[in-house]
């Protein structure tokens, strides 16, 4: 059973940085094309990056040149490394398969705010 758990959200000041993880369970997350979420208040969920199984990324307009995504197949665990952070991007974050997400794969996401 695949299971993803995020960590590493936090109040940060606009311009800061964090690095989010997601934890996975199950072998089947080396081929997975994983992705990560945010969804902010009153708003719908929406992709803002994702990582294929060899490394090759993508990221939304809102988050490029600012945010990394990557991966440690070795260790089943993904990342995103959030730079020059906005009050915009406060949200809840979280894991799943990238652009087809599983409902059953939704965790409890992590919770990032960006406020001075």
């Known amino acids: 059973q695949v299971q993803f758990v995020e960590s590493g959200g936090g109040l940060v000041q606009p311009g800061g940085s964090l690095r989010l993880s997601c934890a996975a369970s199950?072998?089947?997350?080396?081929?997975?094309?994983m992705g990560w979420y945010r969804q902010a208040p009153g708003k719908q969920r929406e992709l803002v990056a994702s990582i294929s199984s060899d490394g090759s990324t993508n990221y939304a307009d809102s988050v490029k040149g600012r945010f990394t995504i990557s991966r440690d197949n070795t260790r089943n665990t993904m990342y995103l490394q959030m730079n020059s952070l906005k009050p915009e991007d406060t949200a809840v974050y979280y894991c799943?398969?990238?652009?087809?997400?599983?409902?059953?794969?939704w965790g409890r996401g992590t919770q990032v705010t960006v406020s001075s």
């Open positions: 799943n398969v990238g652009g087809q997400p599983v409902t059953n794969y």
């Open positions: 199950g072998s089947i997350f080396r081929i997975l094309r």
